[in-house]
């Protein structure tokens, strides 16, 4: 059964009360084990409402478990979609205090900036190389609002899946002549290697994951904006970090990005 709207509203709060307080909180599905996904989405758009009301910019969006290696770590086998607002977005070299988070975690992803709008249904890959302006390197702190980072699908579509920081850097190119599949990624934390992997760990090309979100948003009668920046997923397993940790991720062809914590 479908929520009603003020529970709707009490615990798109509480998630946005975590994310203020760095206080994890347990996940929704405890208390309300039937939350849908229509529901679920509910949530993060009245945060994402919340994140405008007080004056906030959605700069963004993004899809997360989307290759393998996240799915696996996470328990949750289905791609899902949330939005970008500018307080999340870090400049290459600038550092993360711990503080202003839970328990963060930094995942290795190819961005894309679009130059034309993509609409939905019935996107795919040419579709999207079309109209994509350019990719770039990307690297996405995680901060699940739950308490060990324990979560079910309703649950993390509710709390934006996990969004809390991200960095863009290196180098960025067209698409022509890139083979955004075979392109390699190696994570490296505190100059050791900790995950490596290729884009085609992204649903098999990581263009599939913009027109995935593409259709996912049509059946909401929206679209992927022209200028839009899209964070495709995470590559490989999202890694732990903690005060005084270096991630960074150097990609084939496009340089690398790193992060700084402290
Ligand atoms: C959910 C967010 C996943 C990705 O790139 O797969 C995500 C989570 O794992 O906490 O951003
Ligand atoms: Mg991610």
Known sequence: ??????????????????????????????EYPDLTLEDAYKIQYL????????????????????????????????????????????PEGAAIPCAELI???????????TKKPIQGPGCHIATVLAAT????????????RYENFRFDLPSVIADNASSARFVVGGI?????????KTIGVVLEKNGEVVETGAGAAVLGHPAASVAMLANML???????????LILTGGITAAVAAKAGDTLSARYQGLGSVSVRFV
């Open 1 to 30: 059964m479908a929520l009603a709207q003020d529970v709707i509203e009490k615990l798109a709060a509480r998630l946005e009360e975590a994310y203020k307080n760095t206080q994890a909180i347990v996940k929704i599905t405890d």
């Open 47 to 90: 945060l994402r409402q919340r994140k405008i009301t007080q004056g906030h910019k959605i700069i963004g969006l993004k899809m997360g478990l989307t290759s393998w290696a996240k799915m696996k770590q996470m328990g949750v086998s289905s791609p899902s979609y949330a939005f970008l607002s500018d307080d999340y977005s870090i």
């Open 103 to 113: 328990h963060p975690r930094v995942e290795a992803e190819i961005a894309f900036v």
């Open 133 to 144: 302006d350019y990719v770039i390197p990307a690297l996405e702190i995680i901060d699940s």
């Open 172 to 180: 960025s190119r067209e698409v022509d002549g890139l083979d955004l």
């Open 218 to 228: 049509a059946a909401r009668g929206e679209s992927i904006p022209e200028g839009c």
